[in-house]
């Protein structure tokens, strides 16, 4: 008798276990369909897609070794994945070999050269990187310097047209870069209210053909582990309340600046790419408000796990290229160097 009652209340944690786990794998799909600004918590179930996603492939393997009848609710659960994990994860790259005319972008978050203890050896070490790449287009967010951006590009950059919006302080300036080899026909910007982030574009020549480049940086979570460690070992209201209140701000507020570079897309009635720091993962309103009509370098030729924020191993993938449909990826790496807390994304399309 003592040995059924256990059975049963093992049964019974398991299944209730399946239902939440399968009930909140659920809302990670629904979360890309949910504004932010109108309800802000139905991203978190996005941004811990993975591990959810992990856990309900656990307790199908439970499941499956048990031969329960439950099975059905991981598997249900785990189906609508096939159409969203390839997001996250590709098995193989483009076999497709570059062609001579293929446009090759590099997309790079630099954290204002601040990784490690001397900006200026971080900022010419990134540079190096970046001439070696020998691009076409390289769009960089984060950038900061104590005089203008004009002298620093100009100088390390002498073959590059250049491209940029930045806010100047006391400590210098600070903003976006793009730099092209491309003639350019036109350029703008898109800023973004009660923010330091923006997007800035350009019209390129691209073979005859003129297309606009966004490069964008949208509003970031301004919290890091540090802090949230430090809200959970204070367990303290005010600690606490701070860490939900800046995740709340920027949650609220990142939905408004893609709706803005979205109308821009609109109204300009060219084929666009749209690169940059997106601070949202696939399963997010950012990217499948952005992704749409656009093909995903990525997915069209990326291999492993695509992550580009080096803190939190595979989880995180937050910087993309995005291309017109009628310009495919051929290649498209993530180079994983430790010059900022972003890795850079670097993608070739074919003409």
Request: charged share 20%; aromatic share 14%.
């Amino acid at each position: 008798m003592e040995g059924k009652k256990k059975h049963r209340f093992f049964r019974f944690t398991a299944r209730t276990l399946m239902i939440i786990s399968a009930a909140a794998l659920t809302l990670s799909y629904l979360s890309i369909f949910v504004n932010p600004a109108k309800f802000w918590l139905m991203t978190l179930f996005g941004l811990l897609y993975l591990p959810i996603l992990l856990l309900n492939v656990t307790l199908l393997v439970i499941a499956l070794i048990r031969h329960s009848k439950a099975m059905w609710i991981p598997i249900v659960a785990i189906l609508p994945s096939l159409l969203f994990f390839g997001g996250h994860f590709q098995l193989s790259g483009s076999s497709v070999p570059p062609g001579p005319d293929d446009v090759k972008i590099v997309s790079y978050n630099v954290g204002r050269f601040h990784f490690g203890n001397n900006a200026d050896a971080c900022r010419d070490s990134i540079f190096t990187f970046l001439r070696r790449q020998d691009a076409d287009i390289i769009c960089l967010q984060e950038v900061s310097a104590r005089g203008s951006f004009a002298d620093l590009f100009s100088k390390n950059f002498k073959d590059y047209n250049l491209e940029y919006y930045s806010y100047t302080g006391k400590s210098g300036s600070y903003g976006n870069v793009t730099l092209s080899r491309y003639p350019l026909k036109n350029k703008g910007k898109v800023v973004f209210e009660r923010s330091t982030n923006m997007a800035v574009y350009g019209d390129y020549d691209i073979g005859g053909r003129t297309v606009r480049v966004y490069n964008c940086h949208f509003q970031s979570y301004n919290i890091s582990l540090a802090s949230i460690g430090r809200a959970l070992r204070s367990n303290t209201s005010s600690a606490v309340k701070e860490t939900e209140d800046k995740m709340k701000f920027s949650l609220t507020l990142r939905p408004k600046q893609v709706d803005a570079v979205i109308k821009d897309i609109r109204d300009c009635q060219l084929e666009t790419f749209v690169a940059g720091d997106f601070n949202d993962t696939p399963m997010s309103y950012t990217y499948w408000k952005l992704s749409r009509d656009r093909r995903d370098s990525f997915k069209d030729a990326g291999k492993g796990f695509g992550a580009t924020y080096s803190m939190l191993g595979p989880l995180l993938r937050i910087d993309y290229i995005l291309s017109p449909e009628s310009m495919r990826a051929t290649s498209h790496k993530v180079v994983k160097i430790g010059y900022s807390d972003h890795y850079p994304v670097i993608a070739t399309f074919a003409k």
